[in-house]
């Protein structure tokens, strides 16, 4: 992550949400949708539909290679087709970026990307609870992938801490950032 500069202020109208698994994308993508009155992409919700498959039984079947083929071209077609009115937010699956010709086309793009930072374990208590997560095997290895993923997610356009608070509180921390400043959004009630 850059912190010579702030990032200019959005003239994409697409947000990628990225971080590892548990720090709330989803949860986090959809309330931010709301309040920007823009449409919510789930980047793995789309491979599923796209698979008739959970993400799990897509690692269990065809293996995490045959997955990440299925994602990065996806994703290439997210970034390559702009919102048909307003905009979107996507929520990026935890390995998404962690793929070096993901990264890249973000780049290429130049793709506001947003981390939700979670400490590694508070993430590891919500997977713990979670079903379906293909890539948590036990604590070490979950450990070991966070390490791994971390440069990753550290080159975001910007980072928020989205730990044990409210997903209300990290949407207000990502609106106040200075990318967003003079950008139009709902407030709560409105949402």
């Known amino acids: 992550m850059s912190t010579s500069q ?3 202020p959005i003239t994409t109208r697409t947000l990628y949400l990225v971080g590892f698994m548990g720090c709330g994308k989803t949860t986090v993508g959809r309330l931010l949708a709301q309040r920007m ?3 919510f992409v789930d980047l793995d ?3 599923e539909e796209a698979e008739g498959a959970t993400v799990a039984e897509i690692f269990a079947r065809a293996g995490e290679a045959a997955f990440r083929r299925r994602e990065q071209d996806l994703l290439r ?7 048909a ?3 979107r937010v996507v929520a990026l699956g935890g390995g998404t970026i962690a793929q070096p010709a993901n990264l890249e086309l973000l780049q290429r793009a130049q793709a506001i990307t947003i981390w939700l930072q979670c400490p590694v374990d508070q ?4 997977v713990a609870l ?8 036990d604590e070490a290895s979950f450990r070991r992938l966070y390490e791994e993923r971390l440069p990753y997610y550290q080159q975001a356009a910007c980072a928020v801490e989205s730990g044990p608070g409210d997903p209300r509180e ?3 921390q990502i609106l106040a950032l200075p990318i967003f400043q003079g950008m139009p959004c709902l407030t709560e009630s409105e949402s």
């Open 6 to 8: 702030p990032p200019p």
């Open 37 to 39: 009155a823009w449409k």
């Open 45 to 47: 919700q789309l491979i």
């Open 77 to 83: 077609r997210i970034v390559q087709k702009g919102p």
């Open 85 to 87: 009115a307003g905009g």
């Open 123 to 126: 993430l590891l208590m919500r």
């Open 130 to 137: 979670m079903p379906n997560r293909p890539l948590f095997r």
């Open 170 to 172: 990290v949407v207000q």
